[in-house]
Each structure stands twice: as structure tokens, then as C-alpha cells.
């Protein structure tokens, strides 16, 4: 039990952190049912570990940790900075690693005013504002690297993972903006009154973690 007696309520990503995000929990001895990684369940109690997870989508959990509907969450530091949520960051989980980059055709060629295309409009506007590059950004919701290659755009920030997706697209890296990995959030209340849980789970997921380095 909580302090408050409530249910701890973990917001969980889903898609590609999930499976690595359920396996870092269960190595922490988190029970997540193993029916619930092909279920279609969107809120799943565990009551012998007095939590509760929302199967969320990624770019969505800072906002619900934010509004304190979720206790604590699991984000991508790339969805983290698009969103900028009044939100504690409390552990760099190390899962789902990738890169944020700029990314074009190898053949691309300087022009004034460029289109930029990404899913992360704020991350791209700063990033080019900063090093003082006027651009265009164009917001759009995924297939990204579409977009150099259909003449939409003359570049593109993007997240890299494999590299798959551009060596099968003919696109290059052009810039790595930062680097990505999956982290642990929590909601400003929530943190201050189920502290001792809270705590708890950040203690078991960092030995977890520790474990997993010195093995
Ligand atoms: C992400 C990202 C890239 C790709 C990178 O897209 O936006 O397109 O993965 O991975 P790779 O380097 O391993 O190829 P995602 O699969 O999430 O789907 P989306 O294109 O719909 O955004």
C-alpha cells in the first residue's frame, strides 16, 4: 500500500518502448501479467503490487502524468522534449535507445528558408532558432522520411534507430541533435504524497539496472 492508500497508477507506452519497458519491469519483479503485452486492455490493475497500468499512447503520457491521472510514466526523452511537461524526471530507464537527427538526401543542397519535416515541430523550430537558420517546419505524424523523397521537404528531423529506415531510403544523417533513451516521470503531487512507493519502484528498477551493467 501507498502511503495515501492509493493505487500507484503507471502510465506505460505503447508500441516499441512497451516490450522493453514490461521486461525492465519484470526483471524488477513488477508482475505485469504476460497476457496483458498482446491484450488490447487499456487499463490493467495489478493488485497484488497496488498498481494499475494505462496502456497509453507515447507522445500522450506526459500529459496524462502532468494532469495526475498517471501517478509515474515511461517517455522517450524525445517525446519528453517536444512536450515539455511540468513533470519530474526521475530515472534514465537506458531502454529503446536511438538518436534524434537532421536527416536529408546524401545529394542535398543549401537553399534559403528550407522545409523541414518532423514529427517534432518545438525540438526542430528550437534546434535550427538556436544555430540562428531560418526554416520551415512542417508538422506531420509519421513516415517522415517520406517527405525528402516525395519533395515535401528538404530535410527532415527524425529519430534513428537501426539506420534501416534511411540505408532503405537512401537518406543520410546529416547532424545528431541528442541522444534518446526511454525515462521514468512523475507526476508533482503524486511524487511528494506516495513518495515511499514511488521511492520503492525507482530503488528496484536502479538495482535492476546496476544489475544489468555489472552482468
Ligand atoms: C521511427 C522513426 C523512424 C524509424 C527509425 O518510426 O520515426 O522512421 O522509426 O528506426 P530505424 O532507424 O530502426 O529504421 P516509427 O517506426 O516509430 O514509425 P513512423 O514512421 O510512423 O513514425
Redesign the pocket.
Known amino acids: 500500500m501507498t502511503e495515501s492508500g492509493a493505487v500507484l497508477k503507471v502510465a506505460m507506452p505503447k508500441?516499441?518502448i512497451y516490450k522493453q519497458a514490461s521486461k525492465l519491469f519484470r526483471q524488477a519483479g513488477l508482475p505485469i501479467p504476460e497476457d496483458f503485452d498482446d491484450s488490447r486492455k487499456l487499463i490493467v490493475p495489478v493488485p497484488e503490487a497496488n498498481m494499475e497500468f494505462i496502456m497509453a499512447k507515447p507522445v500522450d503520457v506526459p500529459t496524462y502524468v502532468e494532469y495526475g491521472v498517471a501517478d509515474i510514466g515511461i517517455v522517450g526523452k524525445d517525446v519528453l522534449m517536444e512536450e515539455n511537461k511540468d513533470v519530474y524526471e526521475l530515472l534514465d530507464l537506458g531502454i529503446a535507445k536511438?538518436r534524434m537527427s537532421v536527416i536529408g538526401l546524401p545529394n542535398w543542397k543549401p537553399v534559403i528558408n528550407p522545409r523541414v519535416a518532423t514529427?517534432y515541430p518545438s525540438v526542430a523550430s528550437q534546434y535550427f532558432r538556436e544555430r540562428g537558420q531560418q526554416v520551415e517546419v512542417i508538422k506531420l505524424?509519421?513516415?517522415?522520411?517520406l517527405a525528402p523523397l516525395i519533395g515535401l521537404a528538404d530535410r527532415i528531423v527524425?529519430?534513428?534507430?537501426?539506420?534501416?529506415?534511411?540505408?532503405?531510403n537512401g537518406l543520410v544523417e546529416m547532424e545528431t541533435l541528442f541522444s534518446v533513451t526511454s525515462r521514468l516521470i512523475a507526476n508533482r503531487v503524486s511524487y511528494r504524497l506516495q513518495n515511499a512507493a514511488i521511492q520503492a519502484l525507482c530503488d528496484r528498477i536502479s538495482q535492476t539496472l546496476a544489475g544489468a551493467v555489472r552482468a
Not at 505524424?141 to 522520411?145: A, D, P, Q, R, V
Not at 527524425?158 to 532503405?168: A, F, K, Y
Open positions: 508500441g516499441r536511438c514529427k505524424n509519421g513516415s517522415i522520411e527524425d529519430m534513428v534507430e537501426t539506420g534501416q529506415t534511411l540505408q532503405e
